[in-house]
């Protein structure tokens, strides 16, 4: 359920965002060694619902909007929301964002990484430095009294002098009890626009670079979602919390 008004989350509500948040960064750390030529996409989402189930929390994704799986596996020119598959086999050279948002007593944690399988390609590993490095600058944005489009503009401009485009179609967005509430975080915009950021909201930041175009195709799947020239696309996502004097990234392991 998308609501438009922005919530600022009390102590209590937050100590189960930082718990949610631990929890999916550590599902992540423990994904990672999996990531190897040879994998399925579909091992990777059984082994991260096992885990789930085995810490008692649930995986936000299944079924979420008819969504079929507990993660999201996009592989290559798969920008986001890929379905885990038997068939879908990591091979040498591959990229994987591996999207994972566990929910513990009813609060979500959601983050994701992409990695490398085997030896990336040149353009292939500037690719990943350069979203991660988006990440970073849009945090280094978030503090009480920043706008939201500080937050874009910090990554599109880092993204676009590399050579790369950012991705329109799919944002960050507020989270808690919630999995998509506002408010929307988009990954370009102007310094100085857009709503006031205030202690206690809590979002996501969540760019999706592109090696070439920024526009998106939707598969006959109804979710996976293509760069529309089938070349590379990067992303990684971090749940965090505007404090009384700055950021906090919840999830960390
Ligand atoms: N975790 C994704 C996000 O970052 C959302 C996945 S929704 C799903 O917002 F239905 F595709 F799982
Ligand atoms: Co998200
Ligand atoms: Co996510």
Redesign the pocket.
Known sequence: MKTDTIVILSNRELDKMRQAGRLAAELLHHLEPMVKPGVSTLELNDEAERWTQAHNAKS??LN??G?P?S??TSVNEVI??GIPNAKQILKEGDIINI???PIVDRYHG?T?KTFFVGTPSPVAKKLVEVTEECLRRGIAEVKSGARVGDIGAAIQEYAEAQGFSVVRD?V??G?SHI??TAPEIPHYGTRGKGKRLRPGMVF?I?PMINEGTWEVEVLKDG?TAVTRDRKLSAQF?HTLAVTEDGVEILTLP
Request: some cysteine; hydrophobic content about 30%; aromatic content about 20%.
């Open positions: 936000a994704p979420y909007k969504f799986k993660i999201c986001c929301h999207d994972v948002t959601d994701s799919f960050g967005h989270v999995f998509h996501t969540e979710w996502e």
